[in-house]
């Protein structure tokens, strides 16, 4: 048997991993330390009541014969492609039905849909990014090309100039780790990019339902052009807590073609042949959670967490720390204090501060001397994190 | 954008697709006729009692801040790994729990576990097979060689001579589509061929449960030497009616290593890169399953399933027609009768008896002129399509 290479020389654990084991290595040296943590984005839930209601009536659905849904399609029902094909298209983004895929969440379609390309292609990421892109190419037999973001771009890369012509370009709006938004211009420039350089490129906008401004896109819809190019991922992981319920989408347009092939016909062979489809019950969650009830409780509950990072923010800018995100999105990117290495801020934050984040260079190089907070979190613990963040920076002066 | 040139190749449609669409056109040209279908291998559900219980609970649980479940572990609940393992050790194959890896669907690993695999590498399948499988090696760019099974092996081919050295060999039983059992001695042989030829041996059990005879092995790990070359398949879907929701396990021994490097280590790496787990709820429904309630309730309706194979596998024999399967397994394989294709037995069927089986040459060109009967239905509804089979030959003869 000859292993798969690009599988072999990943790296052997991810960011979050390698913090949660240093956090429970302090712990136990200091079983006094209270932490808490602004580490991985992980929502405190729970899931709003019009979706349990749903859940709890497919529940007992597939508990009698006459109800009881066996093998669903593979791209989901109808009665939630609809959902959110109406959802898009409220938010400007008009999107048939049948250009959207249900998944089991964003993570699960991000890797998925390199198996489009031929192994050996050429993909392009951002550099700091979500680290399991990187890891999708790898495993996948990509070569993986990087643009940076710096404070010069607010961490927002723009296409690279040169003769790479990337089969494959990743962006996330508002992105993970740094919480930057691409503007309508910007995210314009890299569908011209795309199309000149026929690239598919994979816009995941897992956190636009972070936006509050409405002059910045939620969707990469809203670029004209954008459906000969590019496909889009959605989750409902954020927007309602389904980190631990797991649904997602994919927009691959009907338009979207590679010399004369229909990417969306590729799709759905590589679907049914990997996949069949999402639980019935959890799609009845996540229809719910579009329905008029459910939007209302998920609108009360992002706004907890808008709160919260608008909370991080403006602690940052009293400390005058240079930073990013945060506005519209979950996440808060600061350039650490003092020159310090990402690593090196984060054992001073949990022995001064006891509190954990997430060191910036574990989304890559260009992430070193920076860090991540995420403001998921109940109110009180993140003001208190809040609190303890600018007692432990005393300790830096 | 380079495509990847094993997706483009393959057929545009699976069979059940296009049997499904020749169905439905002769249903519009036929308004009166009520087809009966033993086709596609779905079950009737319903869920049992202890599943919808325990997931009803679960569903309260998400609905509530302090008992609420965001991101599970990847490899899934220690407490649905513990009931697995302990199932699978009451069967016969002690498997510690950290051995096994929570799936949505044994589909989705079946395809996934090819990632372990460098692209080019060659593969062994039976012929007929599981289509899925095939379509799964041409994405991960494998090269396909196929053993192909014949009434003379009962259609339970064994390892071919010659110096062909797989990568990976998959092997299903009771097999889908011809429900054929191997023995201890034969997959005794395929270990010996598969350590020898340092292959990666996928074993799919998940029809094991339909298994009755003791002396006939559920799982690859009653074989001396399987850790060291095999990762077994399991499924919720026909032991428990899981088929819409989604619940699967993957066995990947920790002994199993290639040339040092521990398989284990490779695939945690791989699902922490592309997976996220399975929703919190689905998992406790499966643990219910394999509770003292949910295994009583669960072999009563495997019972009803065998009992209807037991009557379509008399209706064969009655009808003299050549058969396999159906004794420890939900499908029937059959010689279709006076030298008929597998289409033209399907139209025939179809036409004369309202039926809708399945074409075996769709698992592969060994299965031209077979055909495949499935015994997932309700007791009625299969006793009258044995009815009608029985009529509809006398228009053979």
């Known amino acids: 048997m000859k292993l798969n290479g690009g599988l072999v020389s990943m790296e052997e654990e991810y960011v979050f991993a390698q913090a ?3 956090a429970r290595r302090f712990a136990a040296a200091h079983p006094d330390a209270r932490l808490i943590s602004l580490g991985i984005g992980d929502v405190q839930g729970p899931l709003c009541p019009a979706a349990t209601r749903a859940m709890a009536r497919a529940v007992r659905e597939q508990g009698r014969r006459r109800s009881f849904h066996g093998y669903g399609p593979e791209q989901g029902y109808q009665f939630l492609r609809q959902a959110i094909s109406s959802e898009l298209t409220r938010r400007g983004a008009p999107v048939p039905a049948r250009d959207i895929f249900i998944s089991d969440g964003a993570k699960s379609d991000l890797g998925g849909l390199l198996d489009l390309i031929a192994p050996g292609g050429q993909a392009l990421l951002c550099d700091p990014t979500y680290p399991a892109v990187r890891d999708d190419c790898l495993i996948r037999g990509l070569r993986v090309n990087t643009v ?3 404070p010069s771009d607010g961490f927002l890369p723009m296409p690279p100039p040169g003769s790479l012509a990337p089969d494959v370009i990743y962006l996330c709006s508002p992105a993970n780790p740094t919480g930057a938004v691409y503007t309508r211009a910007q995210l314009a420039a890299w569908v011209d990019y795309a199309r000149q350089r026929e690239s598919l490129l994979l816009f995941d906008a897992a956190y636009a339902p972070f936006i509050g401004d409405e002059s910045l896109p939620r969707s990469i819809y809203e670029i004209p052009g954008a459906e000969e190019c590019a496909v889009e991922l959605g989750s409902f992981s954020k927007l309602a807590g389904f980190t631990g319920t797991r649904c ?5 347009p009907a ?3 590679c010399r004369g092939v229909p990417l969306q016909a590729l799709w759905r062979r590589r679907q049914a042949a990997r996949f069949n489809g999402v639980a019935y019950v959890v799609q009845r969650g996540a229809a719910a959670v579009l329905g008029p009830n459910g939007r209302r409780q998920t609108e009360r509950a992002l706004a ?11 602690t940052l800018t009293e400390a005058g720390i240079p930073h990013w995100g945060g506005l519209h999105a979950p996440y808060l990117w600061l350039a650490c204090p003092q020159g310090l290495s990402s690593w090196g801020f984060f054992d001073f934050l949990l022995e001064y501060g006891w509190l954990v984040g997430t060191p910036g260079v574990g989304f890559g190089p260009a992430g070193e001397g920076y860090f991540r907070l995420s403001a998921f979190g109940d109110p009180d613990t993140v003001e208190l994190a809040a609190e303890r963040f600018l007692h432990a920076l005393d300790y830096l002066r």
């Open 20 to 22: 949660a084991q240093r």
């Open 148 to 150: 940076a973001g710096s």
């Open 248 to 252: 997602g989408y994919t927009v691959l």
């Open 255 to 257: 338009a979207l073609c």
């Open 304 to 314: 907890v967490y808008r709160a919260n990072a608008r909370l991080l923010e403006s």
